[in-house]
C-alpha cells in the first residue's frame, strides 16, 4: 500500500530532522522481523534515546540526495552507495555497544522453513526423537543413524542437516519441525555502523578499552625490541638501553674488590655480609624467616628504585663518587 501524501512529507522531515541532529547510527537488516517483534525493539531503545526509522530505499536515497544538496561535502554522503537491500536505520547519541546489545537481546526463535536462506549452520542431536518406528525412513533419507529403543527412534550421531548460506529444503524442515527444533532466530541484524562520517563493521563494537591497552602495549613491546636489536634509539627502547647498562655497571663494580660507585655499594654491602641485613630486618618480621623475608623485599625494592632514579646512574662517569 502506498504511502499517503501527508505521510510521505512527514517521513521526509523527520528522516530531514534526524540527518541534521544525529552524528551516529546503526545500519540493521529488518529480514524476517515482524510488526510486533519491531514494537518491542523500539520499546527497548527508549531509555538510550534511540530512533528506529524504516522505509523504502528509494525514499530514502531521495531524502539524502536532497540534504547532500543543501549541505555540500556532509559525511552522510558516504551512506548513499550502502542503501541496498531490506534495511532501516537505528539514529543514536548514545552508546552504540549498547545500542546493538539491546537489539541482540530482542532476538526471537524461529522455525527452519523451506526455501529460507540458512543465516546459521543446523545440527540434529544425539537422542530419543519422538517419532515411533514407522517413520524411520524418513530419517534414512537424510542420512541420519538411528535405532530404535524403548518404542521410538534414537539418533545415535549428530548429523548436520542445513548450511548457513544455503536454502532449507523440505525434507529438512518437515524434520526439524517433527522434532520441534527451531533453530534460527531472527531480530535486526546489525550490518554496518556509522559514526561522525567513519563506516565500520560492528565487530569493532567487541574491542574493550583493555583490549586496546593490551594491543597498544604489545606494540610498544615490539617497537622497543626491534630497535634494540638494531641500536636504534627511540623513546620505547632508551628506557631498556639505560637500565641495561646499568646493570652491566653494578655487575662489574660487585666483582671488583678496589672499585665502586654510590649506586652499586648496597649491591655490594648485601652479597658480603646478608646475615647484616637478615639481622636488621629480623625485629620488624617477628623472627628468622621474617627477617629473611623482609630483607629479601628491600633488596628488590632497592633495585627498583636504582633503576627508576636513572640521574644517579648517569653521575658513574662524572668523578667525584666513585671511591677507588
Not at 554522503?77 to 531490506?86: A, T, V
Not at 620488624?284 to 640521574?311: H, L, P, R, S
Request: charged share 25%.
Amino acid at each position: 500500500m502506498p504511502l499517503s501524501a501527508e505521510r510521505k512529507a512527514w517521513y521526509y522531515a523527520k528522516l530531514t530532522e534526524l540527518l541534521e541532529t544525529k552524528t551516529k547510527l546503526l545500519c540493521v537488516s529488518v529480514d524476517n522481523v515482524g510488526s510486533k517483534q519491531m514494537q518491542l525493539i523500539r520499546m527497548s531503545l527508549r531509555p538510550t534515546n534511540a530512533t528506529v526509522l524504516m522505509g523504502k530505499n528509494t525514499m530514502i536515497r531521495r531524502i539524502l540526495r536532497d540534504f547532500m544538496e543543501k549541505n555540500p561535502g556532509h559525511p552522510f554522503g558516504c551512506l548513499l552507495e550502502k542503501i541496498q537491500g531490506n534495511i532501516g536505520f537505528v539514529f543514536t547519541d548514545g552508546d552504540l555497544g549498547e545500542c546493538r546489545k539491546l537489539l541482540e537481546e530482542n532476538r526471537v526463535p524461529a522455525p527452519a522453513r523451506s526455501g529460507a536462506v540458512a543465516p546459521v549452520d543446523v545440527v540434529v542431536p544425539t537422542g530419543p526423537t519422538g517419532c515411533d518406528p514407522g517413520q524411520t525412513s524418513f530419517f534414512q533419507v537424510l542420512q541420519i543413524a538411528t535405532k530404535i529403543s524403548k518404542g521410538q527412534i534414537e539418533i545415535t550421531s549428530e548429523k548436520q542437516v542445513i548450511t548457513k548460506g544455503e536454502k532449507v529444503g523440505e525434507s529438512e524442515a518437515a524434520l526439524l519441525q517433527k522434532l520441534d527444533i527451531k533453530p534460527f532466530s531472527y531480530g535486526l541484524t546489525v550490518e554496518f555502523i556509522y559514526d561522525n562520517g567513519s563506516i565500520f563493521s560492528p565487530d569493532v563494537l567487541d574491542i574493550t578499552d583493555d583490549a586496546l591497552k593490551s594491543f597498544f602495549l604489545e606494540g610498544v613491546g615490539n617497537v622497543a625490541s626491534l630497535c634494540l636489536a638494531i641500536n636504534y634509539p627511540t623513546l620505547a627502547s632508551v628506557p631498556h638501553v639505560v637500565g641495561n647498562a646499568f646493570k652491566l655497571l653494578v655487575a662489574v663494580a660487585v666483582e671488583c674488590e678496589n672499585y665502586s660507585f654510590e649506586e652499586a655499594q648496597p649491591f655490594k654491602d648485601y652479597l658480603e655480609n646478608p646475615e647484616a641485613f637478615a639481622a636488621a630486618a629480623g625485629p620488624a618480621g617477628g623472627g628468622a624467616d621474617g627477617g629473611a623475608a623482609e630483607a629479601e623485599e628491600e633488596k628488590k625494592e632497592e633495585e627498583e628504585e636504582e633503576e627508576i632514579d636513572m640521574g644517579g646512574a648517569m653521575d658513574m662517569f662524572g668523578g667525584g663518587d666513585e671511591d677507588y
